[in-house]
């Protein structure tokens, strides 16, 4: 194994010509948190030690059955929108389980019955090493129209990883001998929406979140790419695998971890920093704009809490820019966090009147019954979701009758999206998404549209993820700190580690977007808008423009 400096990240990769790295660790703090970074084959092969036995495995199988039959809230919709059958194959599964001689190919074989669900907030979780893991190639692929035609290109480097013609502006042809279009196509099949399939498809072809996703196929990748002069290059690049700090992103899902990791990547400072930036923008013709750019809604450090600072946060930097001919809002890439922070912050950039957040509902059956019944004490985890008692009463009427579903209720109160220090923003505001705007990134676009804002959106919509989620280790111990029988096992002590991550709670629409619902369909923008190079190269120049002509015709 390699310490972690610029030039392992480079170790095992071939070029036709000398690459001069600088160390990483100067750079990134969390250097010495994290574990050493190794190679793939590394990785495998400490994969395969410690396997798990064949009761281990039938249990993990048996808990993925009881989590999607009792606790899954769009099962009833995946079954008839892709003909998913995950607990039938589960059951299949668990007939030969024991009999399986490699962990990998078992952990393999679990994902993909996950995946047949095309939701990134339900997932099988396999156990060390794959906590925390990733796989990645050191550089960044993103797609940008040119001559009306879609381009594929290396927009970022890791920093000290300098090669004579591999560098941020190439094409991107081929992929292990396949056109890109369709190696990313098929690296993203799963994604809800069109626009996601193809956004993280794009993003697993140089980053691999090993708790949520196999392991690449092969050690390295071959690339073809039409270097600066218009040249045709190839060039080979072994992957690499590094596992970060696990308080930072291991309980999040798949869109998440990728944009904490790609901050690591790419970015001076470390996996927890505060998620909100912004800038002046001053146009070709001298107008000036502002533009904010929120990257998640995660409560973390330094701002963590109830949402308060998070709020505090978002008026502040709003506030800078009331003088200015109007406000960017960027949540491209954004993948979620906390529902009630993004639906909080709505009312210092949405158009005048009263907001109302979107409302959430549960599967009706006797799990989720008893989970809503829990009482709201203090445990190790904090309370179980707040509220939950208002809906035990409709998930007892809908069991009794034969309903699917329980009604529908607020998550966020009127009175938090409705603060009496509210300032409606002078000026007007637009809110750009993409296809990896995801979660409660997306319960912020659809609130922001369904109160008559704007949306330009890079893809046709966001990722389609409408739903509250947990991992299933959070839901047990909320039924045995309550000194309930939790009606799953904890797997971290009988498995080795293994977990998955359950979406538990449906979202609605409101306002003009009432009788939508996001799971599945996204947000659609308004707007059109078609990255460009010099968009991927040089900080979204064109796009800022863009986005201010359409500010400046409202």
Not at 98 to 117: P, W
Not at 403 to 417: G, L, M, R
């Amino acid at each position: 194994m390699h310490r972690l400096t610029r030039r392992a990240l480079l170790a095992g990769a071939t070029a036709s010509a000398a690459t001069v790295l600088a160390p990483i660790s100067g750079i990134h703090r969390l250097v010495a948190k994290a574990d050493c970074l190794r190679s793939l084959k590394e990785f495998l092969q400490e994969a395969r030690q410690n396997q798990l036995t064949g009761d281990q495995r039938k249990l993990i199988v048996g808990q993925g059955i009881t989590l999607l039959d009792e606790f899954y809230c769009h099962l009833p919709q995946k079954r008839t929108l892709y003909g998913a059958r995950p607990v039938e194959h589960l059951r299949e599964l668990r007939e030969v389980a024991g009999g399986l001689n490699d962990d990998l190919e078992f952990h393999a074989r679990m994902m993909t019955i996950f995946t047949e669900l095309r939701d990134q907030h339900t997932r099988y979780k396999p156990p060390r090493p794959h906590l925390s893991a990733h796989a990645f190639l050191p550089f960044r692929i993103e797609e940008c129209l040119e001559n009306d035609r879609r381009k594929y290109i290396v927009s970022r480097i890791v920093p000290g990883f300098t090669h004579q013609t591999f560098r941020p502006g190439v094409e991107v042809i081929r992929w292990n001998g396949t056109p890109i279009e369709g190696a990313a196509d098929r690296a993203g099949g799963d994604g809800a929406t069109l626009s996601a399939r193809r956004c993280i498809g794009l993003a697993r072809l140089t980053q691999r979140v090993l708790q949520l996703h196999p392991v690449p196929e092969g050690e390295s990748v071959q690339i073809r790419y039409r270097a600066d002069d218009g040249q045709e290059l190839d060039i080979e690049i072994a992957w690499q695998v590094i596992s970060l700090p696990v308080p930072c992103n291991s309980s999040c899902d798949e869109m998440q971890q990728m944009g904490d990791f790609r901050k690591f990547l790419f970015a001076k400072y470390d996996l927890c920093s505060a998620p909100i930036d912004s800038k002046f923008h001053t146009t070709p013709g001298g107008d000036v704009f502002g533009y904010i750019r929120l990257y998640s809604f995660e409560n973390v450090p330094p701002l963590d809490g109830d949402g308060d600072k998070w709020v505090d946060e978002f008026k502040k930097h709003v506030a800078k820019y009331t003088n200015t001919k109007g406000l960017i809002v960027d949540v491209r890439d954004n993948a979620g966090g906390s529902i009630r922070t993004s639906e909080r912050i709505l009312q210092w950039v949405a158009p005048p009147g009263p907001i109302a957040p979107s409302t959430l509902y549960f599967r009706a059956t006797n799990t989720t019954l008893r989970f809503c019944n829990l009482p709201t004490s203090v445990s190790a985890l904090g309370p179980p979701p707040a509220g939950l008692h208002k809906w035990s009463e409709s998930i007892k009427r809908a069991l009794d009758t034969g309903a699917t579903f329980s009604d529908a209720f607020e998550y966020t109160t009127k009175a938090q999206c409705n603060s009496d220090d509210r300032i409606v923003f002078p000026r007007p505001v637009i809110v750009v998404t993409n296809g990896m705007t995801w979660s409660a990134g997306e319960f912020f676009a659809a609130g922001f549209q369904d109160h008559g804002g704007t949306i330009l959106g890079v893809d046709e919509t966001t990722g389609g993820g409408g739903a509250n989620y947990r991992q299933m280790s959070q839901l047990s111990k909320y039924f045995t700190d309550d000194h309930e029988a939790s009606p799953f096992a904890p797997l971290a002590d009988m498995a080795n580690g293994a977990d998955f991550l359950v979406a538990f709670r449906r979202n609605k629409r409101v306002g003009r977007g009432a009788g939508k619902e996001i799971e599945d369909a996204g947000v659609a923008r308004n707007r059109p808008y078609a990255m460009t190079r010099n968009d991927l190269l040089h900080d979204n120049q064109d796009l800022k423009n863009h986005a201010a002509r359409l500010l400046a015709q409202m």
